[in-house]
């Protein structure tokens, strides 16, 4: 069963940095595309960034364009959210989701899905 596990998330104060890992197993991440996503309380959740399979391009949201970077360890199997300049508002369940079984596709500047697998998600909290 495919299964995503995100991991990393902690309390930090404003200004500092966390890197998040989603590890998955079952399936070779680079060949799927693969999404970021956050969910603050009471909010909707928002779509973070979204890395097309095998390399082909990363977008952000603009919310965190220029502080989050999103990358793939293929060795690893694992993707990570670089998250820099951290503020208050970024505190959030943080989520990563594949479009497994839709192989080689690309991700769109909107980050659409469809993201069938989702991780159970990770708290980051950015307080002082």
């Known amino acids: 069963q495919v299964q995503l596990v995100e991991s990393g998330g902690g309390l930090v104060q404003p200004g500092e940095s966390l890197r998040l890992s989603c590890t998955v197993s079952?399936?070779?991440?680079?060949?799927?595309?693969l999404g970021w996503f956050r969910q603050a309380p009471g909010k909707e959740r928002e779509a973070l960034a979204c890395?097309?399979?095998?390399?082909?391009?990363?977008y952000y949201a603009d919310s965190v364009k220029g502080r989050f970077t999103a990358s793939i360890d293929n060795a690893e199997n694992t993707a990570y959210l670089q998250m820099n300049s951290l503020k208050p508002e970024d505190t959030a369940v943080y989520y990563c989701a594949t479009r497994w079984p839709q192989v080689y596709t690309r991700c769109t500047p909107t980050l659409d899905g469809p993201y069938k697998y989702w991780g159970q998600g990770t708290q980051v909290t950015v307080s002082s």
């Open positions: 890395m097309s399979s095998l390399a082909r391009g990363t």
């Open positions: 079952r399936f070779t991440l680079e060949r799927y595309a």
